[in-house]
C-alpha cells in the first residue's frame, strides 16, 4: 500500500486485480487476455487496444 500525504492509504494496481479476483465469493473466476499486447478483456473476440484476435482465458477456481 501507498500511504499519501492525508493519511490515507491506496491500493497499487496488483493488489486491486488480485483482491478483485481473490475476493470474490463464486470459486472460479476468468480471466481473458490478449497475447499480443496483453490487455485484459472482457467477453471479447477482438482486443481493442491492438486488434489481435489470439486471447488466452485463465480460469482461477
Request: glycine share 8%; charged share 30%.
Amino acid at each position: 500500500m501507498q500511504r499519501q500525504e492525508n493519511g490515507t492509504t491506496t491500493r497499487s494496481p496488483i493488489r486491486r486485480a488480485l483482491s478483485a479476483v481473490f475476493g470474490r465469493v463464486t470459486d472460479r473466476s476468468v480471466i481473458e487476455e490478449c497475447r499480443r499486447c496483453g490487455t485484459t478483456l472482457e467477453s471479447a473476440t477482438t482486443c481493442p487496444a491492438c486488434g489481435g484476435t489470439d486471447i488466452v482465458e485463465y480460469r482461477i477456481e
